[in-house]
């Protein structure tokens, strides 16, 4: 109900007459349709004039309005504004055409809220009857709604339908895309015993043992106690080489359920294989016995896994203690592999360097132990042998020493020291061997020689230079002829040894000359003697064979005349030296046979002579080709072209300018 007094103006602008019967009837049922024509400022001054009943009276029919008027029931401008402020309810101050009282339209926007219940007042009820006519409560914060977390996705894989697919390439044999579906299955289900199980029995069959290990370890570790998969794991232990772990899982399964001796033949015999190698090699049996075992245990293993690393080492050890070149070379290539993988490994590095030792090359099995004590300080193994190879080094070249400076004793002695370092070593002390042996005959300890040649060569068959000075020891205790036979063997086994053809052919001089008469032996002196030596023989004896001192003795008077001779030979330096040489065995006919193929000379046709016998009887014919030539004198000696003697003898000269006397 409107006081007409209350809103009227001192001009009226007829604005009134304009409006509509139907907005009049709206006005009527609608109080607060005034409320929103009038300006804030015009509003303010009216709620003064109000008496408290009349206002109360506006504000409970607006609040009856508000909350009860269907949205048809509304006149057309409150419809329109109800449905403006419902699309737009976070902008209050958009500017609203309110209608004045005098019929003025107010373009001035409106910055206090719209006065006009809104769908969210309606819902919290009736606005509070002390609030003033325009005044509008804070607009309620929008709902929130909670939403419930969205239920997992239902996987796309079924676990079991992913196990029997498995089982049905298992069975095929094609274990690859067993071990796929397998893996799927554990997608879904990571802690099934059932998926690990089938998946370590596929990748067994595709020999991947340590991948089958690890997964039958997880399924153990899930469900411990579980005999098929301990069963299998003990199988797994026995294809990678590890009967010990193979054997402990078995005596575990035995604590719950019995097991059977087939199941543990496996495992037993490998291990008594690798027992047997091993006391082969700690009780110093020959390396191939631990060879032969390591063989029959790596029968067991599984198909495509490679050698434990113990196995390998063990395997080296065997090589080494056989010591020949063959097997010095397999211990070094196990080494060699070894470092491939892992080239700080101190173990493979001591077995290379001790392979190098035992070849002889101790300059780079040094290398090899520092190289491993740089690894490793504390290895002992590394510690052991780089010492023991230094030791033994160090005496080797003091032998050498004594040996160049002609103390024959002190290197024989020394070599001998040498030996006791490292006795096992083949290829090192066959080399000290072959030294003592030459420092022996240089003592004229022939009989020492070739013992120690042959050992020498009972520890290494191939040490040609052993054989070689074996036959130089043989020559000179007199057995010439064996000489010739080893030198001639070594020449048809190894044509291209340098050296040799000159060793048989002096050793078959030294043979025509042990089968004259050996003057030195008729004087009791050594073919190194000296002068005043061979004076002094010579008068001893002389004295004892003289024929006025054995009348009537033809023996005594054959022995003087021996020894006459002899001295007659070797008093004579000239003379000594083509009998030492063996020049007076040479026989005319050879030296100038047609044809020969030895050292020419001019048009005739050859010599069979070596260049160094011609160089020494060049030498010795004082003078050489340029100036006196060769002087062959003969006389009553032995030679063919004789020895000059005080009773006479010819020469004869010409034919060779500046030549050759005969």
Known sequence: ????????????????????????????????????????????????????????????????????????NLPPDERERRRSAMSAPSDPSTPMDLDSQDGLISSAPSTSPPTTPTIHESTHGPLHENNMEGDVGPTPPPHRITKSPSPPPKPSLDAEACKALGNKYFKAQDYTKA????????????????????????????????????????????????????????????????????????????????VT???????????????????????????????????????????????????????????????????????????????RKNNKDPEALVLRGRALYGQGNNEKALQHFREALSCDPDFKDAVKYLRLVQKLDRMKEEGNIAFKAGKYKQAVDTYGQALEVDPPNKGTNSKILQNRAMASIKLKDYKSAIADCDRALNLDSTYVKARRTRAKA????????????????????????????????????EQKKSKRKDYYKLLGVEK??????????????????????NPDNTEAAEKFKEIGEAYECLSDRQKRARYDSGEDLIDPSEMFSQGGAGFPMGGMGGMNISPEMLFEMMGNGGGGMGGGGFTFTTSSGGSPFGASSSRGGRQRGGGFPGGFSF
């Open 1 to 72: 109900m409107v006081l007409p007094g209350i809103f009227k103006t001192k001009k009226h602008s007829g604005s009134d007459s304009k409006r509509s019967d139907s907005q009049k009837a709206g006005s009527s049922h609608s109080p607060s349709r005034r409320s929103f024509s009038k300006s804030p400022t015009k509003s303010a001054k009216d709620s003064d004039l109000l008496s408290p009943r009349k206002k109360t009276s506006r504000t409970n029919s607006r609040n009856i309005l508000s909350a009860d008027t269907h949205p048809l």
């Open 179 to 258: 071990i796929a579906e397998y893996t799927k299955a554990l997608s879904i289900e990571p802690n099934s015993v059932t998926y690990l199980s089938n998946r370590a029995a596929a990748l067994m069959s595709a020999n991947r043992y340590e991948e089958a290990l690890a997964d039958s370890k997880s399924a153990d570790e899930i469900e411990p106690q579980n005999a098929k998969v301990l069963h299998r794991m003990a199988r797994i232990y026995t294809n990678l080489g590890r009967p010990e772990d193979a054997l402990g899982i078995l005596e575990q399964i035995a604590t719950f359920q019995s």
């Open 261 to 339: 001796p087939a199941e543990k033949v496996q495992a037993v015999t490998m291990q008594s294989h690798i027992k047997q190698a091993e006391d082969a090699l700690r009780q110093g049996i020959t390396g191939s016995m631990a060879i032969h075992a390591l063989d029959q245990a790596e029968k067991t293993l599984g198909n495509g896994v490679e050698r434990p690393r113990k196995w390998q080492l063990m395997r080296g050890e065997a090589y080494l203690k056989m010591g020949n070149v063959n097997s010095l070379g397999d211990a070094q290539g196990i080494a060699m592999t070894m470092l």
């Open 474 to 509: 043989m020559g000179e205790s007199g057995s010439w002829d064996e000489a010739i036979r080893e030198l001639k063997a070594i020449a048809e086994s190894h044509p291209s040894e340098p050296g040799v053809t000159k060793e048989i052919r002096n050793a078959e001089l």
């Open 528 to 549: 190194d003697a000296g002068d005043n030596e061979i004076k002094k023989a010579y008068r001893k004896l002389a004295i004892v064979h003289h024929p006025d001192k």
